[in-house]
């Protein structure tokens, strides 16, 4: 009996004694996010090209200039180049460096360093490489350094907010040339021992990237605007969004990435955590085939635009985290003015229908992947559609499958989003209305010489009034006659602790510009 | 047949059974509807940068020719280089191993443990509460679904009672030493104790949601055989010698109670590996399941292949490591 008793206190301590390790607050001088870690591939600069690896990436290497939102407006501030202008040409730009910038191990940082990283992303030919290659038209000659403090490059006379946007875009870190030469191998320009490592000047250093465990950040105490007040970042991978709200409720993180919809909703108005939001840097659309049956007319495609209930995707669907913005510039873009003329209108979809020809409607089929989201947003639009006569199919595809088929022009309906590749109108004309690109116009078969022309005039225009005015003549033309049904513009959220101040700010420009020296607790 | 011959045998068999896996597994994932290079690439991506890497990758060559290049690479221990991770699939596979191994061994003493004595013990005890304990148990164990009884027991030990931490395999502010990748191993080698405890606090729970189907399956087998051990006559005879009940059932039943036990053990390690994905992902575990499953979902083939292979491998020789053991203690087994 002494002997069972015995055993039954030396288990009960072991396990009070394992117990006692687990603690339930991050350190003050830290800021522990949670998120799930699976698409992190690298921390270069030069081959990074997605959004949670360059928020982290944002933060090890500095740039020319920064890219930030200032009353809900993302424009363009200084950087590591305190000026800049741009030749009459509009194609030859100077930017003046600061004086007595180093890096974080202390080397001096001059315009050698910035020319070595341009060129290098150049030679690197990786994801990001074609808005330097294709949207800016650089090339290795075309990026040169006359002295220490100045940095010329010359364009293809893109505008001067492509050009400002780009050059404060994430593959635009300066990168530290003796130290990438070191450890370079087979002449990857150390491409390799970047993925983990860090060789920058902005306001943190790679200090590890444990895969699928965490991403740790350290403070540079040599950061030119001075270090930042977090001391240490820790990404730490859980991939689970329950176990996320779990730990963020308890205080093992101070910030949740990847919270569903219905777990941000849930914490509203909680005593110890906030919600916090920016609109996110995507468009989610339906796009229709304007080469096929029915949607050659115009008036279908109207139809269907009428047709759709955006409130209640935006309600329901996405239970609110979602703007109603039905032109392809995201809130807060260049050129972005409200402009939302479609809402649900059966009746006139009806008549724009029978004007058509289509009374009794029509079959299609609508293509989408997946994911949750969008399996609800097509059954959404299908129930929309049949209220018009249109009696939809819902086919769903593995992503990779599906804008295989799309690529080919083969889809009659697709339900799906567009990333935003750079902060600029450009970015998204060209995609939604230009089919000489070969995107999204050209794959829903809308070859519309009209829209392609304003797209590439605009794009070249460096008169910023006229620029101004030649999108909100292409978004309305493109309301009337594009191919595309414009559902919403994503919310990004976040799942924050209190005690976090500031994080509404430093998550403002989210995959633009993620900045982590304003965060303090 | 000797032990000897027995072996080569065995492991002729093996290689047999690998090259197996190594061609369906290839031309499974090479017949799914899917384009690897544009998962990787996503939906922005132009046509001619997908036709460009698909030509990098080698992915526009004939079947055939993918075929054989691949088996060559296999011969040569070179599973090639992820398309995801732009790493070779051996480092990334020998990167994430060990903590799925450690997980696997861990549920596995687990399994045992548990399924052992609640076998036994709802024999020896047949139709008393215990054996109503262990039914139950059992039922339980192979009818929760992993993700689900994971959730629950983080919310209740870890979000309610705060007694256990709530996933990962260490503390973010406690550091531990890295010399095998076997966390609990190397603490011990490195006299860390801190780190030990703590490592321990973090298996416990996924190493029971792991273990817990295994678990419920040994116990069920080890009734069954006890019941029927402790029929035969020697038992019988045993007793009847005038034998003490705890000698006649630990030295004269178990020890050969245990033998289809054995089996399970081997059968249920290949489980552990294989179906540890879920478990990896509630409690946010960074091992080879989740590896092998993301790899999946972004079609990468190399990575897929790799690491299935590799599972198949070890499952392999943990079938052929109990084989050689039966053969070596029960002759008969050789024939």
Redesign the interface.
């Known amino acids: 009996m002494l002997k069972k008793m015995y055993l039954w206190t030396i288990l009960i301590v072991l396990?009070l004694?394992?117990?006692c390790?687990?603690?339930?607050t991050?350190?003050k001088d830290a800021l522990?996010i949670g998120a799930n870690t699976?698409i992190f591939?690298?921390n270069d600069p030069g081959v990074s090209f997605e959004v949670l690896p360059n928020a982290m990436v944002q933060n090890i290497y500095a740039k020319l200039v920064s890219v930030v939102v200032k009353d809900k407006q993302f424009i363009t501030v200084p950087g590591l180049a305190e000026s800049w202008e741009v030749a009459p040409d509009g194609k030859t730009w100077t930017f003046h460096l600061r004086k007595g910038l180093v890096f974080a191990d202390g080397d001096p940082l001059k315009a050698d360093a910035v020319v070595y990283s341009f060129q290098r992303v150049l030679k690197l030919q990786k994801?990001p490489c074609?808005l330097f290659s294709d949207v800016l038209g650089l090339t290795e000659e075309s990026i040169a350094a006359p002295d220490d403090y100045t940095v010329k490059i010359v364009t293809n006379g893109a505008p001067s907010n492509v050009v400002l946007t780009m050059v404060g875009n994430t593959l635009s870190g300066v990168l530290n040339p003796r130290v990438v030469k070191e450890h370079e191998v087979d002449g990857d320009m150390g491409q390799a021992w970047l993925?983990d490592h860090s060789a920058g000047a902005g306001p943190y250093n790679l200090e590890e990237w444990?895969?699928?465990?965490?991403v740790v950040l350290k403070a540079n105490e040599n950061y030119w605007r001075g270090a930042p007040k977090i001391k240490t970042v820790?990404l730490?991978?859980?991939?689970?969004p329950?176990?996320q709200l779990?730990?963020l409720?308890?205080g093992?993180i101070d910030v949740a990435w990847d919270l569903t919809a219905e777990q941000a909703n849930s914490l509203k108005g909680g005593p110890d955590v906030s919600i916090v939001t920016t609109p996110g840097q995507s468009d989610e659309y339906v796009g229709m085939n304007a080469g096929w049956g029915p949607f050659k007319d115009v008036r279908v495609r109207q139809a269907v635009k009428y047709a759709i209930d955006y409130n209640a995707i935006i309600d329901k669907v996405m239970t609110g985290f979602a703007i109603n913005n039905q032109q392809f510039l995201p809130v807060g873009y260049f050129g972005y003015v409200e402009n939302n003329p479609y809402y649900q209108d059966i009746e006139k979809a009806k008549t724009l229908m029978a004007e058509a020809g289509y009374a009794d409607g029509f079959d299609v089929e609508i293509v989408t992947n997946t994911t949750e989201r969008r399996k609800t947003e097509a059954v959404v639009v299908q129930e929309n559609l049949a209220k018009i006569g249109i009696r939809a199919t819902i086919n769903l595809m593995?992503?990779?499958?599906?804008?295989?088929k799309?690529?080919e022009q083969g889809l009659q309906i697709i339900v799906?989003?567009?990333?935003v590749?750079y902060p600029d109108a450009d970015a998204l004309s060209n995609?939604f209305a230009n089919y000489r690109?070969?995107?999204l116009a050209w794959r829903c078969v809308w070859y519309d010489d009209y829209a392609a022309d304003l797209t590439e005039a605009a794009s070249k225009e460096i008169n910023e009034d006229r620029r101004f005015q030649m999108y909100q003549d292409l978004t309305n033309y493109w309301h009337i006659y594009g191919p595309f049904a414009m559902m919403y513009q994503p919310i990004q959220f976040w799942g924050v602790r209190n005690e976090v101040k500031n994080y509404d700010k430093a998550a403002e420009g989210y995959s633009v510009h993620y900045d982590l020296t304003e965060v303090y607790k | 047949m000797k032990l000897g011959t027995y072996i080569i045998k065995r492991i002729f068999l093996m290689v047999i059974v690998m090259l197996g896996v190594a061609t369906i597994v290839f031309f499974i994932t090479r017949v799914i509807?899917?384009?690897?290079?544009?998962?990787i690439?996503?939906?922005?991506a132009?046509?001619e940068?997908?036709d460009e890497m698909r030509h990098q990758l080698g992915l526009d060559k004939p079947i055939t020719l993918q075929f054989i290049d691949y088996i060559k690479g296999i011969v040569h221990a070179d599973f090639g280089i992820s398309l995801?991770?732009?790493?070779p699939v051996l480092k990334d596979i020998i990167?994430?191993f060990p903590a799925t191994i450690e997980l696997a061994i861990a549920s596995m003493i687990f399994a045992v443990v548990v399924g052992v004595v609640l076998g036994v013990y709802s024999a020896i005890y047949r139709n008393k509460p215990i054996d109503h304990f262990s039914r139950i148990f059992s039922i339980l164990g192979v009818s929760m679904p992993v993700f689900w009884l994971g959730?629950l027991l983080?919310?209740l030990f870890?979000?309610h009672l705060?007694?256990?931490?709530?996933?990962?395999?260490n503390?973010?502010?406690?550091f531990s030493p890295r010399i095998t990748g076997l966390l609990l191993l190397d603490s011990i080698i490195a006299g860390d104790w801190?780190a030990f405890?703590?490592g321990?606090?973090h298996i416990?729970l996924p190493a029971f949601v792991l273990g817990y189907a295994s678990a419920a399956s040994i116990a069920r087998i080890m009734r069954a055989s006890m019941l029927d051990i402790l029929r035969q006559d020697f038992i019988r005879t045993a007793k009847s010698k005038g034998l003490s009940k705890r000698v006649v059932i630990y030295r004269h039943a178990l020890k050969n109670a245990l033998i289809p036990v054995v089996t399970i053990i081997g059968l249920s390690f290949g489980s552990l590996l294989s179906g540890a994905v879920l478990t990896e992902?509630?409690?946010?575990w960074?091992?080879l399941g989740?590896?092998i499953v993301?790899a999946l979902l972004?079609?990468d083939y190399p990575a897929v292949t790799g690491g299935t292979l590799f599972i198949a491998f070890v499952y392999s020789l943990a079938n052929l490591v109990v084989d050689i053991s039966y053969a070596a203690l029960d002759p008969r087994m050789r024939v």
């Open positions: 396990f004694s394992l117990t390790l687990t603690n339930a991050t350190p522990v699976e591939i690298t994801s074609w993925m444990d895969r699928k465990i965490k820790i730490q991978d859980i991939p689970e329950t176990d779990l730990l409720k308890k093992d593995q992503a990779s499958q599906m804008y295989a799309f690529r799906a989003g567009w990333g590749d995609p690109v070969k995107q | 509807p899917a384009d690897p290079v544009g998962a690439l996503g939906g922005n132009p046509i940068r997908v995801k991770s732009n790493r990167n994430y959730l983080l919310l870890y979000y705060d007694l256990l931490p709530g996933g990962g395999r503390s973010l502010f406690i801190i405890w703590d321990l606090s416990i992902t509630i409690f946010s960074p091992g989740r590896y993301n972004v079609l």
